[in-house]
């Protein structure tokens, strides 16, 4: 009985774990889910209330005598809703009832009925208020009725059987609908506003940007980790605190050195400056740290170069740290926003980013979310899928970093 106890606390520990772990991963989760479904719908379904996950749109159906496909909608036929077609809108309704009796009202099409008098309409008198008469035909007769009320209908038509026809409210009838995903958003948002060009040229800065930073912290890293030079210790510092200055210090100096320079309004103002990084030089020389020396002194008795070494033992053996490097560097480098927005002039789509793109789709695009959202999830999917295939040696990396000082 004890083992049995004891499985079963086992078991329900761990189930309660997984739960509570499944459960807020879940929640973390669905906004980003909800803006892929959002991105595939039409602008129509994205504004529907309550709102809903799945893309939907209206069914319609193709019929004998009709040249476009008829939408299709539900009907109450005998307390049960079927499918009918709405075969014609905008139809107006009148309810009409006598001068003497207004409960009794009866509805008629408004092209049926007709003014009593004809051009010199007759009134009546009610309650000290003039109302119209119209001539109603009731029975074969014609009555002469004032009108209540005046309504708009449309015309439902059984797609089986077209001579079946209901006249109900079409704003107040729920649309026959059905799962479908519009992929062409993303094709409509590439085309507009130049964001095909906007997501090479993030493409491009970014991969140069993680090329640059690979390089110039692998070089710095090694430099402070294996080289012996004097000052080493204490530039290594300075060198790192400049991590504590804030980037909006940096903006005005940094602007106007690419005013100096003729950067301004190009690309390369989005790529030289940032090349340089002294986290990514910490975090290699943190790494190369850990390498045992007697593999360097060997390879170096052996008649190796510092260059051999670094290239053909270190780098090797330091996939995880560079894809740790790459990772943040990618994210940075294809979220950055507002420096893009100070040196790029707006107006210059050709050399836009992503976040400038966007930034401008925004307004140009108000009305159809879908393609905002469609945007959205095009600037987000790529450091989504880096960080998910860079996870695994992200992890090792930091786990592993730090050991030596």
Do not use: C
């Not at 995880?320 to 994210?331: I, Y």
């Amino acid at each position: 009985m004890k083992i049995k106890s004891y499985r079963f606390q086992q078991f329900f520990s761990k189930f309660s774990v997984y739960f509570i772990l499944t459960f807020f991963a879940l929640v973390m989760i669905f906004p980003f889910l909800y803006m892929v479904a959002t991105s595939l719908k039409i602008p129509s379904d994205t504004f529907r209330y309550p709102p809903r996950m799945l893309p939907q749109d209206p069914a319609s159906i193709t019929m004998t005598g009709y040249e476009k496909p008829l939408p299709l909608y539900f009907v109450e036929i005998n307390g049960q809703k079927e499918k009918y077609a709405l075969a014609k809108s905008n139809i107006k309704i009148g309810t009409f009832a006598p001068p003497n009796d207004v409960t009794k009202t009866i509805d008629r099409f408004i092209d049926e009925v007709s003014p009593t008098g004809g051009a010199d309409q007759k009134t009546v008198s009610i309650n000290g208020k003039e109302e119209k008469l119209f001539d109603v035909i009731v029975d074969g007769q014609t009555v002469s009725m004032i009108q209540i009320s005046q309504t708009t209908v449309g015309e439902f038509i059984d797609p089986q059987d077209p001579s079946k026809k209901v006249y109900q409210n079409v704003r107040l009838s729920d649309p026959v609908e059905s799962v479908n995903a519009h992929a062409e958003n993303y094709t409509k948002v590439l085309e507009l506003n130049n964001m095909g060009r906007a997501l090479t040229n993030t493409t491009l800065v970014t991969i140069f940007v993680v090329l640059g930073q690979l390089i110039t912290s692998v070089i710095g890293g090694y430099a402070f980790a294996r080289l012996k030079f004097p000052g080493r210790d204490t530039l290594f510092v300075f060198y790192l605190g400049t991590i504590m200055i804030p980037f909006v210090m940096l903006i005005v100096p940094l602007y106007q050195l690419m005013v100096l320079i003729g950067w301004t309004d190009r690309l390369a103002a989005l790529i030289i400056p940032w090349i340089f990084t002294a986290y990514g030089t910490f975090l290699m020389r943190q790494h190369f740290i850990t390498f045992p020396k007697e593999i360097e002194e060997a390879a170096l008795i052996d008649g190796a170069s510092r260059l051999q070494i670094l290239t053909k033992i270190l780098i090797p053996a330091s996939v995880p740290a560079l894809a740790t490097q790459s990772t943040f560097t990618f994210l940075y480098a294809w979220n950055s926003f507002f420096w893009p927005l100070v040196i790029i002039n707006v107006g210059n789509e050709k050399n836009h980013v992503l976040t400038l793109a966007l930034n401008v789709l925004r307004g140009r695009a108000s009305d159809t979310p879908n393609l905002i959202l469609a945007g959205a999830a095009i600037a987000v999917i790529p450091p989504l899928v880096v960080f998910i295939l860079g996870q695994r040696f992200f992890v090792e990396s930091v786990a592993s970093s730090g050991v030596k000082g």
